[in-house]
């Protein structure tokens, strides 16, 4: 069990590691990665109950989670590699030609800890509803876990699936939408407006919690508050408000670094606000 200042240090460590790899590459997605490095730091080591060292793909007996908006790879690279999935000096291979840490996860390249290929949006959720439903027929008591992006919800599988796990009550289910506001053509208001959210899950028969995924006690307690809840016989569903490049300054209020890297000065400067608390890879 991990203290909230703990986890604080590693989201920190978390967040330089995000503009280190994405600037080493020179291309990636810093944004929602930076926005989501206090939700991912406390799934992997305050909630999930997992086993990085005898890692599976099946997941038998063990906590999951699927990452759908799989383009925030520096974010989960650097989470999983802390947690002991892999060795953390490995992310600064990241987005290298003939390594496995690509811009998209893929379990192609035997990378401990990723269950499935996410850099098509819209469909990790339908996957994590297919791990639920095959936990419950093993009798397999563990909880599955999926985030994906608000600009992801324009894709019609999204709403496939929440209509499903809804109406079946998949209730070992607990899905996080990362709602910053923002994809990569700009606010997601303009491209195509989401409207009210939490009334559309609702009606879909999902439990829905909100939390400000930036706060990192919020984060841990409503994500245990979201586990006791799921005795309600429905999927939850947490709309967790994050800002996009949360840590950096002249990466916050703007969809500008949703894909973009950082130059030589940018990402000094983005290093200088970002403490160094557990060492560079």
């Known amino acids: ?66 990452l759908s908006n799989g383009h925030i790879t520096p974010v989960f690279y650097s989470v999983m590699a802390h947690r002991g999935y892999f060795p953390v000096s490995e992310l600064a291979t990241f987005r290298k030609f003939g390594t496995r840490l690509q811009g998209h996860p893929t379990p192609a390249e035997h990378i401990p800890g990723v269950r499935i290929a996410s850099g098509s949006l819209g469909q990790g959720l339908s996957v994590a509803i297919g791990a639920a439903l095959a936990k419950k027929a093993n009798n397999d008591k563990h909880v599955v876990y999926a985030l994906t992006g608000d600009g992801e919800l324009q894709e019609g599988q999204v709403w496939e699936a929440l209509m499903f796990a809804g109406a ?38 999902w439990h829905v919690i909100e939390m400000d995924g930036n706060d990192m006690e919020e984060v841990v ?56 608390t557990l060492g560079d890879f």
């Not at 490095?37 to 007996?61: C, H, Q, S, V, W």
């Not at 994050?242 to 000094?268: L, R």
Request: net charge negative.
């Open 1 to 66: 069990m991990a203290s909230i200042s703990e986890l604080k240090d590693i989201a920190a460590q978390v967040r330089r590691d995000i503009i280190r790899m994405v600037h080493g590459a020179k291309s990636g997605h810093p944004g929602g990665s930076l926005g989501c490095a206090d939700f991912l730091t406390a799934l992997y080591f305050e909630i999930m109950d997992i086993n990085p060292e005898n890692f599976t793909r099946e997941g038998k007996n063990e906590d999951m989670f699927f």
């Open 168 to 205: 079946k009550g998949v209730d070992n289910l607990i899905a996080t939408v990362d709602f910053n506001g923002k994809q990569i053509d700009g606010p997601t208001n303009d491209v195509c407006s989401l409207n009210d959210l939490k009334a559309k899950f609702e009606a879909f028969n």
């Open 221 to 276: 307690v409503t994500l245990k508050k979201a586990k006791n809840e799921l005795c309600h016989g429905k999927p939850v569903l947490i709309l967790m408000k994050t800002e996009m490049g949360m840590g950096v300054d002249f990466m916050m209020g703007t969809h500008k670094w949703h894909g973009s890297a950082p130059n030589d000065e940018q990402a000094a400067a983005a290093l200088a606000q970002l403490p160094e």
